[in-house]
């Protein structure tokens, strides 16, 4: 049942609109987890719009695919009673790890130089990639945890004002309400204290969300193996 995976994956939706928050607005306008905003940017940079810095949007753009990919090689072919693979779990324990350590070295040593920035950058498109395409696993479609278009698509598609089921309604408005709480409190810190204090509350969030992950896989494991869970047929 994917229902208890819910409330987990808001939290690391609102995770990752608050690492976009410190990326944007503490490492040269660049998002770490939405995309589309990069490949935009790309974009209007290539086209001659000044101020864009291109190379970061490039290298969050790669770092991300390539941390879907080792995410999806470490999980492909995973069996078992849960849903999300051990390794799924193993790979946002580590993402939320990385943002810590990432976050506890920023206080500690300033602001980034451009080239440390770059690597900040890099690793936390990493994280994201990676966290994107373990949650896969966990089969909803509405809580990727890097993207809303399609949720608010999908809200507005099936609401019954378009004649719809008004299905799902809460999930898909909880996900966009997340992701915006989330790149709000990173917001207000980065502008206010400064983005390595957002950091950390943006990797506790990563961490919060792995550990309900953790919790509800681990539930998920205990009724399956129960005489009358799924593993026994359901009966």
């Known amino acids: 049942m994917t229902k208890r995976y819910e409330l987990p994956l808001l939290v690391l939706t609102a995770a990752t609109g608050a690492v976009d ?137 099936d609401s019954r004002a378009a004649g719809g089921p008004g299905t799902a309604w809460l999930r898909r408005f909880g996900a966009i309400t997340a992701m915006g709480l989330g790149a709000f409190v990173a917001a207000v810190l980065t502008l206010r204290v400064n983005g390595a204090v957002a950091l950390v509350v943006a990797g506790a969030l990563l961490a919060l969300g792995t550990t309900l992950i953790a919790v509800a896989r681990r539930r998920e494991v205990a009724a399956a193996s129960t005489p009358d869970g799924p593993a026994a047929g359901g009966h």
């Open 21 to 157: 928050g410190v990326s944007y607005l503490a490492l040269d306008r660049v998002f770490t987890g939405n995309m589309t905003g990069n490949v935009l940017f790309i974009g209007f940079g290539l086209a001659g719009v000044s101020g864009l810095p291109v190379l970061n949007n490039l290298l969050a753009l790669l770092a991300f695919m390539l941390g879907a990919v080792l995410a999806a090689r470490l999980t492909r072919g995973a069996s078992g009673p849960a849903k999300l693979p051990a390794a799924g779990l193993a790979i946002l324990v580590g993402g939320s790890v990385l943002s810590l350590v990432l976050a506890g070295i920023w206080l500690a040593t300033g602001p980034p130089a451009h080239g440390t920035m770059l690597v900040v950058t890099a690793l936390l498109a990493l994280v994201l990639g990676a966290q994107a395409a373990a949650v896969k696993h966990i089969g909803i479609r509405d809580l990727s945890t890097v993207v809303v278009t399609m949720t608010m698509v999908n809200l507005s598609a």
